[in-house]
Nanobody
Framework: QVQLVESGGGLVQPGGSLRLSCAAS????????MAWYRQAPGKQRELVAR???????NYADSVKGRFTISRDNAKNTVFLEMNNLKSEDTAVYHC???????????????WGQGTQVTVSS
């Protein structure tokens, strides 16, 4: 049993910043990749940023230079620092985690419920 708790979403003005966090809890043996996805109304869900267990990262072209993904392995938490936010960043942001949960022998994918980010003046 795994629970992903997201926080940090809200309303922010263009050019502002927000930091999202997602903490995984449960009988976790190991956590592999952690990522943030987003979905805006009328659009498909897209990958925003991903970080591997070793710290390697990749970002969507639209957020490079503005967003930073990081993780705290001791707390099984992933963060997304969002700077210079734009109206097109408005979306529901979902945490995504691949983890091995006892007593299972294969990793599987888990999703958070999502947190709303609205960029508007």
């Amino acid at each position: 049993q795994v629970q992903l708790v997201e926080s940090g979403g809200g309303l922010v003005q263009p050019g502002g910043s927000l930091r999202l966090s997602c903490a995984a809890s449960g009988s976790i043996f190991s956590v592999n990749a952690m990522a943030w996805y987003r979905q805006a109304p009328g659009k498909q869900r897209e990958l925003v940023a991903r970080i591997t267990s070793s710290g390697s990262t990749n970002y969507a072209d639209s957020v490079k230079g503005r967003f930073t993904i990081s993780r705290d392995n001791a707390k099984n938490t992933v963060f997304l620092e969002m700077n210079n936010l734009k109206s097109e960043d408005t979306a529901v942001y979902h945490c995504n985690v691949w983890a091995l949960i006892a007593p299972m022998t294969r990793s599987r994918e888990y999703w958070g419920q999502g947190t709303q980010v609205t960029v508007s003046s």
